[in-house]
């Protein structure tokens, strides 16, 4: 067992696909502004946890995780509010962790998991299976007694392996031979979404913040359908396919997320910051005095606090936001 390889073939659509991903990362390391819109992260960080959770039949809306998140009161089960907090704390991490280290993973697991489990980053002692979202089960899982076995031999695969198998099919086979191993008792699939994004964070940025759990969540019967497939084939390869067509997908979102949140700061922003002068704070009035408005509320909705939210504006003190001698100056990275 210890020089298991994971059984999967390298298809023309994986080809296809792969080079259809490597031609929209190039495009989007022309977006330098990406770095520079923390509301797009942000909101593409409660996707992926919002989505992630719903596939688990977490029943909170995706304002109601962006509620929890922000710290708000929700009306809601205990155990989904806290699973909430689990993945947003979890989440953060994704660039802290060792995509090739089991230790860091049970430790992820036990974070993602954390007062909903009883046994939280600890393997499982029981036998297990898994469940379509009708309750059909799909997979009989390995014994309890052969998981470490399993999970050591999957990790060693990946050290071995992960500077000669391309890092977007090396995650995708991570993914399903994790669900099928099916490691801990519960929180399997929540962990195996998140530690895909792992490794491809690793390899590339930008991944932290794609929300490729939402594009999953749109297709989730076909998720499941593509994992019985493999279990009945035993093998990766129709898996490999199903994941980098929602990567690539995921991607198409991005890029055209990122094309409104630049015309939206164009539009809104851009005046704003044609008139304020590097290392110059200004007062309110004295904003909408240089931008000859005369309405303050037309001016902090349309100009100044989309202009703080994507930290092209900044507060002289921003620990007292509402402070009358509270004064903005222009991010001088702009």
């Known amino acids: 067992m210890s020089n298991y390889v994971p059984p999967f073939t390298i298809t023309n659509t994986i080809l296809d696909r792969a080079s259809s991903i490597m031609k929209k990362i190039g495009k989007l390391d022309n977006y330098k502004d990406l770095n520079k819109m923390p509301v797009l992260r942000r909101n593409n960080r409660i996707k992926s946890i919002h989505s992630s959770l719903a596939i ?13 998140i922000d ?65 059909n089960c799909i997979h009989v899982c390995p014994p309890p007694e052969q998981v470490d076995d399993l999970m050591k031999c999957l990790f060693n695969w990946m050290k071995s ?11 995708s086979i991570f993914h399903y031979e994790f669900v099928f191993i099916h490691p801990f008792e519960d929180g399997n699939g929540r962990t195996a979404r998140l530690w895909q994004n792992v490794i491809l964070s690793n390899w590339e940025g930008l991944f932290e913040y794609v929300p490729i759990e939402t594009q999953i969540k749109k297709y989730q019967e076909d998720y499941y359908k593509v994992i019985e497939n493999c279990n009945k084939i035993g093998e990766s390869t129709e898996f490999i396919e199903f994941m980098l067509y929602m ?75 509402t402070s009358k001698n509270q004064t903005y100056y222009k991010d001088t990275s702009f």
């Open 56 to 68: 688990e039949a977490n029943s909170l809306s995706f304002d109601q995780v962006k509620d929890v």
């Open 71 to 135: 710290g708000k009161i929700v009306i809601g089960p205990k155990k989904e509010i806290q699973e909430v907090k689990n993945a947003y704390n979890a989440y953060v991490k994704i660039k802290e962790v060792n995509p090739y280290s089991l230790s860091d993973l049970k430790k992820l697991h036990r974070i993602l998991t954390y007062l909903t489990v009883k046994d939280a980053g600890n393997f499982r002692k029981c036998n297990e299976g898994v469940f379509d979202s009708e309750g």
């Open 161 to 171: 392996n992960h500077n000669t198998i391309h890092p977007l099919i090396l995650s």
């Open 247 to 321: 990567i690539d997908d995921s991607l198409d979102g991005l890029i055209e997320n990122i094309n409104l949140e630049i015309n939206h700061i164009s539009s809104y922003v851009k005046k704003l910051l044609d008139v304020m002068e590097p290392n110059i704070n200004y007062t309110t009035t004295e904003l909408m005095k240089l931008l000859n408005m005369k309405s303050r509320i037309s001016f902090r909705k349309n100009y100044l606090i989309p202009a703080i939210d994507n930290g092209v504006v900044k507060m002289a003190f921003p620990n007292t936001p």
